[in-house]
């Protein structure tokens, strides 16, 4: 039962409880996917939603065509419980993350990240 308050005008108000992060992951802390904080992430909206977490709906709701941080900043949850919901999401095939640019990336490759990076604030 949540805890109940009173709001001075003879009626109680339940607040709503806090919810620990390991519960929203199912106790789960690393992701099974990299997942770095830049990495911009692609809806398949194709795929049917119905098996997942309301958490990681909220999630879903988002992601499109942003980074992993702004997902975790707009559905105000800890980047690390969006980072494991995010990788479940991409093993089941909703989401997909592009490139990034890491120390392996060829030159052809960088270039082309970049260059994608700045088409898409152009739309913007």
Do not use: W
């Not at 108000?13 to 911009?40: K, M, N, Q």
């Not at 992993?68 to 949850?77: H, I, N, Q, R, T």
């Amino acid at each position: 039962m949540a805890p109940v308050e009173s709001n001075g005008a003879d009626e109680e108000v339940a607040r709503p409880r806090f919810v620990r992060p390991y519960t929203i992951t199912s106790g789960r802390t690393h992701a099974t996917v990299d997942l770095p904080l830049e990495a911009t992430l692609r809806l398949d909206a194709a795929k049917a939603r119905a098996s997942v977490s309301s958490a990681a709906l909220a999630v879903l709701e988002v992601c499109d065509r942003r980074s992993v941080a702004e997902c975790a900043a707009l559905v105000k949850m800890p980047i690390g419980v969006v980072r494991v919901l995010l990788s479940d999401l991409v093993e089941h095939g909703f989401v997909r993350v592009q490139a990034t640019i890491t120390e392996n990336s060829s030159k052809d490759e960088r270039i082309e990240l970049i260059e994608r990076t700045l088409r898409g604030l152009r739309t913007y």
